[in-house]
């Protein structure tokens, strides 16, 4: 499909301008929530949440025989809901740790969630079809009250994070502290954990409860690579799940039978991967050019200190001294042409005769700046 047709079909096509719509509200959603999630090294939390979700959506099917996308969806919250605090009650009561109880969780609910589904599929009619499209999602089937209702319940739980802002922050660091100060922690861990589950239940119509977990860490993951503060952490993880919904939706809908769900997860994996390699502050590209800068300046520095400790031993500055004599001394000799190079291109060091070096007036003061402060 032409890129001019496929951009044009996003503002004026109803399936594409409806799936693209929905997509972003759950990226921007899980990206900002799932950022606390991360900092809290909470991050299977949501894997647990979105696979405890499942026999909430069959049993809310199976009490109301209807599979309207806001009844599904608050069986899928209670369900997500109750998942949580019997994790949070176990770690609290009970020598299990964090990972294990969410690994608990995760293989209960999930376990019951399938037998049921696999009970529903066997009725005799054929209302229950379509259920099992919430373990990987189809997005195709978002309807334009779908994503009002996706907009309500997330601006809903945006408000609620913007209101109690200082308070997640205080116990995302520091819940002791929190404590401390008065503030009922367990409370507020329940509220954000709460919002952590409707981020997770609005977007399982979409990417479907075996993929949702990805779309609450990545999105914030490659958030962090960026930046150290917490508010622009939680708009950049927003905007990059914005960015991976809107994109996933644009490639799966320029060819057939290329589902929305992984594809969204696959764009959000693709911005973690660039955001790991490129990224300023963390990027490993960037961190593999400044570790190899900082190695050839520690060389360099070397070079400098030996060339000064022998023209202390030989005060005419006329006296050059070879390569070979700097290559003995030094720790790294291979390194030492390099570093001499480097000495001339910075005034510090300058080749008297073929091969005979010696270090220039500016090259001792560095050398003196640089003992004064070993010393």
């Known amino acids: 499909m032409d890129i001019s047709q496929l951009f044009y079909d996003l503002f004026f096509d109803y399936t594409l301008r409806t799936v693209a719509l929905g997509s972003a509200i759950l990226g ?188 609450i860490v990545a999105p914030a993951a490659a958030a962090r690579q960026w930046t150290d503060k917490l508010k622009f952490m939680v708009i950049l993880g927003g905007l990059f799940g914005a960015i991976a919904g809107v994109s996933g939706t644009l490639i799966s809908g320029s060819a057939e039978k290329l589902p929305t769900g992984p594809v969204i997860v696959l764009c959000m994996s693709v911005i973690v991967l660039f955001s790991m390699l490129f990224a300023a502050n963390r990027g490993l590209i960037w961190n593999w050019f400044r570790n190899l800068k900082n190695r050839r300046h520690l060389r360099a520095q070397a070079v400098l200190s030996d060339l000064n400790t022998l023209a202390m031993q030989h005060p005419n500055e006329a006296r050059g001294h070879s390569s070979a004599v700097l290559r003995a001394m030094s720790t790294n000799p291979d390194g030492v042409s390099l570093a001499l190079s480097q000495l001339k291109e910075q005034g510090y060091a300058q080749e008297l005769a073929k091969d005979a070096w010696a270090l220039t007036q500016a090259g001792l003061d560095e050398a003196g700046k640089t003992s004064e402060k070993e010393a």
């Open 28 to 215: 921007i959603v899980s990206g900002a929530l799932g950022s606390f999630a991360v900092l809290r090294k909470q991050s299977l939390l949501g894997d647990a949440i979105s696979h405890a979700a499942l026999p909430g959506i069959v049993i809310a099917f199976l009490l109301t025989r209807s599979r309207e996308p806001v009844i599904l969806m608050l069986g899928a919250l209670i369900a997500g809901w109750l998942a949580t605090l019997f994790m949070l009650k176990v770690i609290r009561t009970t020598r299990i740790k964090d990972d294990s109880a969410l690994g608990l969780v995760l293989s209960v609910f999930f376990g019951m969630g399938l037998m049921l589904l696999t009970f529903t599929q066997k009725l005799p009619d054929a209302t229950q079809a379509g259920l099992d499209k919430f373990l990987f999602g189809q997005a195709a089937t978002l309807l334009q009250r779908d994503v009002v209702t996706m907009a309500v319940i997330g601006a809903l739980a945006i408000a609620l994070l913007m209101t109690f802002w200082k308070e997640f922050k205080l116990i995302t660091f520091d819940a002791e502290y929190a404590a401390s100060l008065g503030y009922p922690v367990r409370g507020l861990d329940v509220l954000l954990t709460t919002l952590l589950v409707i981020a997770i239940v609005i977007g399982l119509q979409t990417v479907g409860v075996v993929l949702m977990s990805a779309m």
